[in-house]
């Protein structure tokens, strides 16, 4: 595998389900993003993690909880989800965030269906 | 707060023929970066050009060049000779430049550009 990949790449769920997506890169970065992409908004970030420790949560919901174990792991695990968060929930990652600038590289989302 | 703004949603243009795609934004910062990203039906996302507030050189890349003017806030994208595969949506993005602001793109709504054969 090379980039960024991520699991699964669709999923439909119920409103009281509890279920977790995952991010991996096989790019050496240090550093990992989740974005929310909805029908109707621009892309929205929601955390960044650098070196496995949260330096950005953006205001989101309690209900969506990330977790990264590693610089090449991210999860974002869902529970009692609502109907308007269904989305393409997309990953990325870069070498840091401490630096003037660094290229983020984005794997192909998972399409998540809420009911 | 920075904005990005793209207005047009969608867009199309006849295969080898040249489109310009539209953007602007609204910030305070004197530093910063603006990208033009690709997002095909395939969903994955790459970068298709970037661009340096400091550099007045127009970023170019192959057939995508992009039109940067800082006073008007204005960071439109060219795609010459188009190509079938350049049917995407295509997002417009900000990134303020200083260390402590940790690397966070804004992304304008997207144009969805269609090539026509």
């Known amino acids: 595998e090379t980039g960024v990949t991520q699991t699964p790449r669709h999923l439909v769920m119920g409103m009281t389900n509890k279920k977790s997506l995952k991010c991996e890169q096989h790019?050496?970065?240090?550093?990992m993003y989740w974005y929310k992409q909805s029908a109707k908004k621009p892309l929205e970030l929601m955390f960044v993690y650098s070196l496995e420790e949260r330096v950005e949560n953006n205001s989101v919901p309690s209900r969506f909880s990330p977790e990264c174990p590693n610089s090449s792991h991210l999860f974002l695990h869902l529970h009692t989800l609502q109907p308007e968060d269904s989305a393409l929930y997309l990953c990325a990652s870069s070498q840091g965030v401490a630096s003037s600038y660094n290229e983020q590289f984005f794997g192909p989302g998972t399409r998540l269906t809420v009911l | 707060a920075q904005t990005v703004t793209q207005s047009q949603p969608e867009m199309s243009v006849q295969e080898a023929e040249t489109v310009t795609l539209s953007c602007t934004y609204d910030t305070s910062e004197n530093n910063y970066y603006l990208f033009w990203y690709k997002q095909p039906p395939s969903r994955q996302m790459i970068l298709v050009i970037r661009q340096e507030a400091y550099k007045q050189q127009n970023a170019t890349e192959n057939r995508f060049s992009v039109n940067f003017q800082k006073a008007a806030k204005s960071f439109s994208l060219k795609i010459s000779d188009s190509q079938l595969g350049d049917t995407a949506m295509y997002f417009c993005a900000f990134m303020r430049g200083a260390e402590e602001y940790g690397n966070k793109l804004v992304f304008g709504a997207g144009t969805i550009l269609r090539v026509k054969s």
């Open positions: 790019l050496g970065h240090n550093a």
